[in-house]
């Protein structure tokens, strides 16, 4: 069984400031580790993904992830907030090699920007 | 190219009436999935299907039936709607094989309310 643990339902930054959104996992095996992004009103779309390559991954619209298995974590991170980024962000996890259907999100982070 | 279409957007449901949610993909997708989402509850899995004429529970089934007799159509019921059904739902499709990372593709979500 997998599980997710998306820190803090509700993140705000400055524009131009640091984003972080912290993601930590369980897995009994190897895992693959997704971000998806919900915008307001609308379905959710795959941010970046590690399938168990590069341990650094980069995303769309500047976002990054650092697969961490000593700290079991994914963090997501933008050097530089942007008003656009405004949405909700989830973390997801499936075990390696079990397919989509066994995906499991967290509850979710709703980033907000400041001006 | 549509992607992952769903119809109604919008639904107001009484107590007791039943409804069906129609979820379509062209993207020749074997996998479709319905998920929910409350606030602070994240996605949960309802029902999915691995392929036509195939359909498995996922997290939450209860009071959820479906139905997936074309591959690119799968389709959400509810025979007697509750007050706590009301919630958004999610299709989403994804490839399976050794090319399954994980990746779903979603709808633009359906916003049902049972009074």
């Known amino acids: 069984a997998q599980s997710v643990t998306q820190l803090g339902s509700h993140v705000s930054v400055s524009e131009g400031a640091l984003v972080l959104l912290r993601c930590n996992y369980s897995s009994s095996v190897p895992p693959y580790l997704f971000w998806y992004v919900q915008y307001p009103n609308q379905g959710l779309q795959l941010l970046l993904k590690?399938?168990?390559?590069?341990?650094l991954v980069k995303g769309i619209n500047g976002f990054e992830a650092e697969f961490k298995k000593s700290e079991t974590s994914f963090h997501l991170t933008k050097p530089s907030a942007h008003m656009s980024d405004a949405a909700e962000y989830f973390c997801a996890v499936t075990p390696s090699g079990a397919g989509s259907y066994q995906l499991t999100f967290g509850k979710g982070t709703k980033l907000s920007v400041i001006p | 190219n549509a992607g992952v279409t769903q119809t109604p957007k919008f639904r107001v449901l009484k107590t007791g009436q039943s409804m069906t949610l129609l979820c379509a993909q062209d993207m020749n997708h074997e996998y479709m999935y319905w998920y929910r989402q409350d606030p602070g509850m994240g996605l949960r899995l309802i029902h999915y299907s691995v392929g036509e004429g195939t359909t498995a529970k996922g997290e939450v089934p209860d009071g959820y039936n479906v139905s997936r007799l074309k591959k690119q159509n799968f389709l959400l019921g509810l025979e007697s709607a509750a007050p706590s059904q009301t919630s958004v739902y999610f299709c989403?499709?994804?490839?399976?094989?050794?090319?399954?990372?994980?990746?779903?593709?979603f709808g633009e979500g359906s916003r049902l309310t049972v009074l």
């Open positions: 989403a499709s994804s490839r399976p094989g050794q090319g399954d990372t994980g990746e779903l593709f």
């Open positions: 590690y399938t168990s390559a590069a341990t």
